[in-house]
């Protein structure tokens, strides 16, 4: 049996990562060909490398600020050739991005079953995240195979109309991921960790935030290490340069605030580890902060991932300046408020998400 696992971005690759490992596990039933588009470059690479993958195929897609349209009419031209050239009996995608939903679209178009890993996420707000609710919304009507994370993501798909048989409930694999990456050893060389401030751990690039949102967003971590000065933020900044034009125009210089450039996974995940308080607009990492006990404060307005908001780990704050100084400085001051968030639940998986989905896979051989 021939699996073709198809991504293209960083998020995509930490979460097919665990799946890929496990398909190699049983080569003698499963021929396991992954193919990446490159829709990103450094972010993806630094992920490939960490986990040891290489693609056989790679067809290095991305160019700086690239448009949906563009990256959408590149990707389906190329994936195309790849799938008629491979012929895999099953296709994997993972998540709702533009690699996965049109690897979903070129594969269902030549009549291969696709299997979604991530399948079931909602917030029902089609513009919310834009694009990836109406990608994922258009995965699960061409995907055979629905690996959805949790109850509620099943429970989403069931009340669509998807039939039970072709959904499995497997846990998510960026708790695999996590997992295996928080044990391996990692040297952390940031002087400002030993100063005792708390340290608010910042990640942001969502496409409907670019713009007012963004500004009201930097404002906000610049006020925040302003009245402040028993924190440090740190800010791996995403490389979309319409994140970049917000954070240069006011994060730069500004005390305690440490702007960085994308982290390894490795590395990404220790300071994680090691932060008070994590601000994000991120879905990933929604998952992982509530497995390590880390109060996030989520800047959307709405999420497809409710179950850590539901067990009191995550908040959303929207993108508004003052609630979002006023949610953190509330976690900052308040200690019965910090406890309450901090407890370490893991409502998205035991990290044996890749696993069930290999047996979900071998069962159909
Ligand atoms: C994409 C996904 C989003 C996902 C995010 C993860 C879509 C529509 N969006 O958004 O769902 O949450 O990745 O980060 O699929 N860039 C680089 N190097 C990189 C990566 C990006 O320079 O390694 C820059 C390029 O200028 C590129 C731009 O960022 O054109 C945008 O990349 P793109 O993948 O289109 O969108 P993201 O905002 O990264
Ligand atoms: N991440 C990383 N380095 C960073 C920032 C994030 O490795 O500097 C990881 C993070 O732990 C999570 C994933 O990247 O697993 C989230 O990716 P991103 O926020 O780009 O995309 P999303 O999850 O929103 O689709």
């Known amino acids: 049996m021939r699996i073709l696992s198809i991504f293209g971005t960083r998020p995509e690759a930490i979460k097919m990562a665990p799946v890929v490992k496990e398909l190699q596990k049983h080569s003698s039933l499963i021929e396991s060909v992954v193919c990446t588009t490159g829709q990103h470059r450094q972010m993806l690479d630094q992920v490939l490398s960490l986990f040891e993958i290489e693609p056989q195929i790679d067809l290095n897609l991305m160019e700086s600020n690239q448009t949906l349209d563009y990256l959408t009419a590149r990707a389906m031209e190329g994936l195309t050739k790849v799938i008629i050239d491979i012929k895999p009996d099953i296709i994997l995608v993972q998540g709702d991005t533009t690699t996965a939903m049109i690897a979903s679209l070129a594969g269902f178009y030549q009549k291969i079953a696709i299997g979604h890993v991530e399948a079931g996420l909602r917030t029902y707000n089609k513009y919310s995240p834009f694009p990836e609710e109406i990608n994922r919304r258009l995965i699960s009507a061409l995907a055979t195979y629905n690996f959805a994370p949790t109850k509620t993501a099943v429970n989403a ?37 030993g100063s005792g401030r708390k340290l608010i751990l910042v990640t942001a690039h969502r496409r409907e935030n670019f713009g007012k949102p963004f500004l009201e967003m930097c404002t906000a971590l610049k006020k925040i290490a302003e009245r402040n000065d028993d924190v440090d933020i740190v800010y791996p900044v995403h490389l979309n340069p319409n994140v970049r034009i917000a954070v240069d125009q ?65 908040k959303l704050v929207g993108t508004e300046m003052q609630t979002i100084v006023n949610e953190t400085e509330t976690l900052l001051n308040d200690e019965n408020e910090y406890t309450k968030m901090s407890n370490a639940v893991n409502p998205f998986g035991n990290g044996d998400a890749a696993e069930k989905i290999v047996k979900v896979i071998l069962a159909k051989s």
């Open 250 to 314: 006011i994060l730069p210089n500004t005390e305690r605030i440490h702007l960085v450039e994308p982290m390894e996974y490795r590395k990404f995940v220790h300071l994680m580890n090691r932060s008070y308080i994590i601000l994000t607009d991120s879905g990933g990492i929604q998952e992982e902060a509530p497995a390590l006990g880390k109060p996030v404060l989520v800047m959307r307005n709405d999420t497809e991932r409710p179950e850590a908001v539901e067990y009191g780990t995550a």
């Open 157 to 193: 798909l069931l009340a669509e109309g998807f039939k039970e048989n072709n959904i499995f409930l497997t846990g998510n694999t960026v708790i695999d991921a996590l997992l295996l990456t928080v044990k391996k050893k990692c040297k952390l060389d940031f002087d400002f960790l």
